[in-house]
């Protein structure tokens, strides 16, 4: 009852993809903790482990043979303890070996039994060894005997290497839509256009679709494919594979794998606002979450993850950053002029403004003066401090570079002063993305420069929550990363 099953596809590593409640309690290792470890079982190894013996044990997975022997392992708490390992491996109809049944067997009471120095029973008339396999003592090695698996050629299974692969490209996918779709939310809807627009959305990027449609092919494979239920068996029977894929992740993914773009592609009419709940994706990474656990002994690996987990809260902060500065801008009377995105916007010579055009009722807008504003907002250019309201325009501060025909491209509507005004003009997308990312890694790494300062109090509250969150954090990845190194180190020492 003391086995694990290791995968025989994997070359070199071998790793586990189940192991039996004896073994976790032979080992004091919990499941978790040995998932996806290599079946040679590298963790067990100690100072006086043999080496001689655990190369052999490698050779044997290599050569896909059968390997029987007496080994001194270690359990979780440092205990020793004698072990019978026998290695048997289990072949497909097509005669392919696809896993390795490692069978572990504690012989420390028997080990302390025998007397090193005495010798094998001899015969006083003929003078051969006496073994008592038959009739006396119980065979050492044990006998196994495996069943031929009936499952159907469609269903797949979940440590194969095709699945392996799918995997990491629903991973990849995973990360596309975490980066892409706050960015589309906040730089996209935000800055582009207002939400309730009846404007026409932007057609959808080729990889925008590309997603959508892996997330719906995951949906159909994860339909066909094996499990590990809670008695440690693979279930290979359809109608339960379907059964627990309904009742466990389907309503998450089928959230997240709403055909917004697809329906675009194919002239469905699908309103502007519908665009937000495309966030609604961020649920993938639920999934993420629960398959970070196998790859836990790589430290590579580990790491990497680690860092890209950082980086893409970082580009959240950024995202909600810019949202904080656009909102200020447009929705505060008292202190549009004075947030980070209006300071940036001076510094870099393309400040935000207020037409002279919002003074007038929107009826009464003659053609001609709305053909006199350049239809790019970027052709404005003010010199002097910027205006804080209608009532304080003078045609003398404006000083307008180019001509073009139509209202603003950019122009929002905001609530500033008594009439309110049509804000244009600003920096670009990507100058403020940029300085976002650097505002929002500063803060998280705590080595901010102050050269872009929150001065409104939502930017200062939101400050606050970042520096906090960065803190936190970067403790954690510090933690996690010596946890990694101090458990590799201890592996070599194995």
């Given at each position: 009852s003391?086995?694990?099953?290791?995968?025989a596809?994997?070359?070199?590593?071998?790793?586990?993809?189940?192991?039996?409640d004896?073994?976790?309690?032979?080992?004091?290792?919990?499941?978790?903790?040995?998932?996806?470890?290599?079946?040679?079982?590298?963790?067990?190894?100690?100072?006086?482990?043999?080496?001689?013996?655990?190369?052999?044990?490698?050779?044997?997975?290599d050569d896909?043979?059968?390997?029987?022997?007496?080994?001194?392992?270690?359990?979780?708490?440092?205990?020793?303890?004698?072990?019978?390992?026998?290695?048997?491996?289990?072949?497909?109809?097509?005669?392919?070996v696809?896993?390795f049944?490692?069978?572990?067997?504690?012989?420390?009471?028997?080990?302390?039994?025998?007397?090193?120095e005495?010798?094998p029973?001899?015969?006083?008339?003929?003078?051969?060894?006496?073994?008592?396999?038959?009739?006396?003592?119980?065979?050492?090695?044990?006998?196994?005997?495996?069943?031929?698996?009936?499952?159907?050629?469609?269903?797949?299974?979940?440590?194969?290497?095709?699945?392996?692969?799918?995997d990491?490209?629903i991973?990849?996918?995973?990360?596309y839509?975490?980066?892409?779709?706050?960015?589309?939310?906040c730089?996209?809807?935000?800055?582009?256009?207002?939400?309730?627009?009846?404007?026409?959305?932007?057609p959808?990027?080729?990889?925008?679709?590309?997603?959508?449609?892996?997330?719906?092919?995951?949906?159909?494979?994860?339909f066909?494919?094996?499990?590990?239920?809670?008695?440690?068996?693979?279930?290979?029977?359809?109608?339960?594979?379907?059964?627990?894929?309904?009742?466990?992740?389907?309503?998450?993914?089928?959230?997240?794998?709403?055909?917004?773009?697809?329906?675009?592609?194919?002239?469905?009419?699908?309103?502007?606002?519908?665009?937000?709940?495309?966030?609604?994706?961020?649920?993938?990474?639920?999934?993420?979450?629960?398959?970070?656990?196998?790859?836990?002994?790589?430290?590579?690996?580990?790491?990497?993850?680690?860092?890209?987990?950082?980086?893409?809260?970082?580009?959240?902060?950024?995202?909600?950053?810019y949202?904080?500065?656009?909102?200020?801008?447009?929705?505060?009377?008292?202190?549009?002029?004075?947030?980070?995105?209006?300071?940036?916007?001076?510094?870099l010579?393309?400040?935000?403004?207020?037409?002279?055009?919002?003074?007038?009722?929107?009826?009464?807008?003659?053609?001609?003066?709305?053909d006199?504003f350049?239809?790019?907002?970027?052709?404005?250019?003010?010199?002097?401090?910027?205006?804080?309201?209608?009532?304080?325009?003078?045609?003398?501060?404006?000083?307008?570079?180019?001509?073009?025909?139509?209202?603003?491209?950019?122009?929002?509507?905001?609530?500033?002063?008594?009439?309110g005004?049509?804000?244009?003009?600003g920096?670009?997308?990507?100058?403020?993305?940029?300085?976002?990312?650097?505002?929002?890694?500063?803060?998280?790494?705590?080595?901010?420069?102050?050269?872009?300062?929150?001065n409104?109090d939502?930017?200062k509250?939101?400050?606050?929550?970042?520096?906090?969150?960065?803190?936190?954090?970067?403790?954690?990845?510090?933690?996690?990363?010596?946890?990694?190194?101090?458990?590799?180190?201890?592996?070599?020492?194995g």
């Amino acid at each position: 009852s003391n086995f694990v099953l290791g995968n025989a596809q994997v070359q070199s590593l071998y790793p586990i993809v189940y192991c039996s409640d004896g073994f976790c309690e032979l080992t004091g290792y919990a499941r978790a903790e040995l998932m996806q470890k290599s079946c040679a079982c590298h963790f067990l190894y100690g100072p006086e482990t043999s080496d001689q013996l655990t190369a052999k044990i490698q050779g044997a997975l290599d050569d896909r043979g059968e390997f029987k022997s007496e080994l001194l392992f270690y359990k979780k708490g440092g205990t020793q303890f004698w072990c019978l390992l026998d290695i048997v491996p289990i072949k497909n109809e097509k005669g392919e070996v696809v896993l390795f049944l490692v069978s572990h067997k504690d012989i420390t009471d028997n080990k302390k039994d025998q007397d090193p120095e005495q010798g094998p029973e001899t015969d006083e008339e003929t003078g051969l060894e006496v073994h008592k396999n038959m009739f006396g003592d119980k065979p050492p090695i044990p006998e196994y005997k495996v069943a031929a698996i009936q499952k159907s050629r469609f269903i797949l299974l979940h440590y194969g290497t095709f699945k392996a692969g799918w995997d990491w490209l629903i991973l990849l996918a995973t990360f596309y839509v975490a980066v892409t779709v706050p960015y589309n939310v906040c730089f996209t809807v935000v800055g582009g256009r207002d939400e309730g627009s009846s404007a026409p959305r932007s057609p959808p990027s080729v990889s925008d679709i590309l997603v959508e449609i892996l997330f719906m092919l995951d949906i159909a494979l994860n339909f066909r494919t094996t499990f590990v239920s809670t008695s440690g068996q693979v279930v290979y029977d359809a109608r339960s594979i379907c059964v627990h894929y309904v009742t466990t992740w389907l309503f998450v993914d089928l959230i997240a794998a709403l055909p917004f773009d697809l329906l675009y592609a194919f002239n469905v009419s699908v309103y502007f606002g519908v665009h937000l709940l495309k966030t609604v994706r961020l649920l993938r990474l639920l999934r993420l979450l629960q398959k970070l656990e196998r790859y836990s002994q790589y430290s590579a690996v580990v790491l990497t993850l680690l860092m890209s987990m950082f980086a893409l809260l970082a580009h959240w902060m950024a995202c909600v950053w810019y949202f904080i500065g656009r909102r200020e801008i447009e929705n505060s009377p008292n202190s549009w002029d004075i947030g980070w995105l209006h300071e940036l916007g001076k510094r870099l010579g393309t400040p935000y403004f207020l037409s002279p055009l919002a003074t007038l009722a929107p009826g009464s807008l003659h053609p001609a003066i709305v053909d006199a504003f350049p239809a790019n907002s970027s052709q404005w250019n003010v010199s002097g401090s910027a205006l804080a309201g209608p009532d304080s325009w003078n045609s003398s501060q404006w000083n307008v570079t180019g001509t073009g025909a139509g209202a603003l491209a950019d122009g929002v509507e905001v609530g500033v002063g008594q009439g309110g005004g049509m804000l244009g003009g600003g920096p670009s997308v990507r100058s403020s993305y940029v300085t976002s990312l650097y505002f929002a890694l500063s803060s998280l790494t705590s080595v901010g420069f102050g050269n872009v300062s929150a001065n409104t109090d939502s930017e200062k509250i939101f400050s606050i929550c970042t520096m906090l969150i960065g803190g936190e954090s970067l403790e954690i990845q510090q933690g996690r990363y010596w946890l990694v190194r101090t458990s590799g180190l201890s592996g070599v020492r194995g």
